[in-house]
Structure formats: C-alpha cells, structure tokens
C-alpha cells in the first residue's frame, strides 16, 4: 500500500510537467495573400510531431484581426491525428492563435481520470490531486521588416510576445521575447527548439533559459520553424472542480 501511495504521489506530481502541448503548424510557412491555406492544431509530447486530436469543443483556432480571434471551423483529423481548419492569408504579417480550455484532469485510485473533482468523488474514487490545463497557442506568419503586427499582445493569461522581430531572425543570433503572466512580467523557465531538432524523445528542447522579469533571450541554432515555450504551474484552482490550474504557451515562427 506504502508503494501504491508513493507511485500516485509521482504522478500527482509530474502531471503538469508532461501533458501534451499545444501547437500550431501550416502546410505552407510563407501563404500566398488571398489564397485559402490548411493549418494543423498539433497536440504532442514531441515537438510537431501529433500524438492526438483534442476534443474539439474545447478547441478555438483561427486568425487574429484587430487583437480578436476569428474563429474558423475546425474539422478533426483522426488520420494525421491533428485538428484542421482552413484560412485565407491577408496581406502583410498575421498572427493565427488556437486555445485549449483544460478539462479537469485527476490522479486517483484508478489512474488518471478525467472530470473535476467532486464528480470523481461522487462516484466513489479518491482523488490525489485534480489538475486543469489551458493551452495558448500562436503562430507568425509573413513576417516583414516594416510591419510591427509580429509583436501584437492578445492578452492570453499566459502569452509569449517577439521583441525581435522574426524577419531579422537570424542563425548564431538572439531571439528576444517578452512573457506576460495575467499580464504582469513573467518569471519562469522557458524552452525552445526547432523542427527536425529531435523526433525520437519526448519533451526534448534545443534549447533553455529562465526569463527574468518578463524577458527571455534564446539563441537561433537553425533555420526553419522554431518554437518557445513556457509554463506555469500550480495557480489557484477552483473549489471542488480541480486544486491547481496550469497554463502553457507557444509561440512559433519561421526563421529564414
């Protein structure tokens, strides 16, 4: 029994650390403007490289206009293992962004279980810990010298904002970024890599830093497309829903 404790005490703990994350991806990184372009909603341990199709109701995706999300209709693809939806590129640099409402997700007596927490408890089980999840996503895409629309600020409770522009990107440089946590200066650990970087291993980054007061600098080591993330665990939950709540973010972006 000591055991059987000890084991569900680990996985009440390292939850957060490895749920799936949320990203963003098109079949073409430069979109012509006016022409209609597919976009995948990415759900993996393993950088771009999708694992499962989240549920689609909890799921928004689509572009940023004037700070706003338009959402698009989103189609579940069970083959690749993904969610799709389609967008017409504008002219110039856009933003496309995809949320995730967490459900409530608890370690219990029967394994992980899905549902907050006093339902779990109704129905007899003992709930260890109860975890929410809420993954922001967003991508950049067209970048341009003279077009600030890279650095738009979408007030997600976590969200990942360019300093540097991702059309002076550059290999052997610096990439800098400004991380808001409910809009106030982030301090955390931040992660990054590139597609290509690793697909053999899970959770596996090219690169890591921490950000001081909202600022974090990452070095590009490749072209291509690269991806920052950061994290926050263990925010107040919500009284018999779930004890903890978690917010991830991403933000992706082409380097030339």
Not at 127 to 145: G, M, P, Q, R, T
Not at 213 to 231: D, S, V, Y
Request: hydrophobic letters at 40%; one cysteine or more; aromatic letters at 10%.
């Amino acid at each position: 029994m000591k055991r059987f404790i000890i084991c569900l005490l680990i996985l009440a703990l390292a939850s957060p650390v490895f749920s799936h994350e949320l990203t963003i991806k098109a079949k073409d990184a430069a979109p012509e403007a006016g022409k209609i372009f597919n976009v995948t909603v990415q759900s993996a341990h393993k950088f771009i490289v999708p694992e499962e199709v989240e549920i689609l109701s909890r799921v928004k995706a689509g572009i940023i206009k004037d700070g706003k999300l338009i959402e698009s209709e989103l189609r579940g693809n069970d083959k690749d293992l993904c969610i799709d939806f389609d967008v017409t590129a504008p002219e110039g640099t856009f933003i496309l962004a995809a949320i995730k409402d967490g459900e409530s997700w608890c370690v219990t007596n029967e394994g992980g279980k899905s549902g907050a927490r006093k339902d779990l408890e109704a129905q007899g089980l003992k709930v260890l810990s109860a975890n929410k999840y809420d993954k922001y996503a967003k991508a950049i895409f067209n970048a341009s010298e003279n077009d600030k629309t890279f650095a738009q600020v979408l007030n997600h409770p976590l969200e990942i904002i360019p300093v540097t522009n991702p059309a002076n990107a550059k290999v052997g440089e610096y990439f800098d970024v400004k991380i808001l946590l409910n809009g106030q200066p982030y301090t955390g650990p931040v992660w990054a890599t590139y597609d290509g970087f690793v697909k053999e291993y899970e959770n596996t980054y090219a690169y890591y830093t921490e950000a001081e007061n909202g600022q974090a600098h990452i070095k590009i080591t490749a072209p291509g497309l690269w991806g920052i993330r950061a994290a926050q665990t263990g925010l107040p939950g919500k009284s018999g829903d779930y004890d903890n709540l978690n917010l991830r973010a991403f933000l992706l972006f082409d380097v030339k």
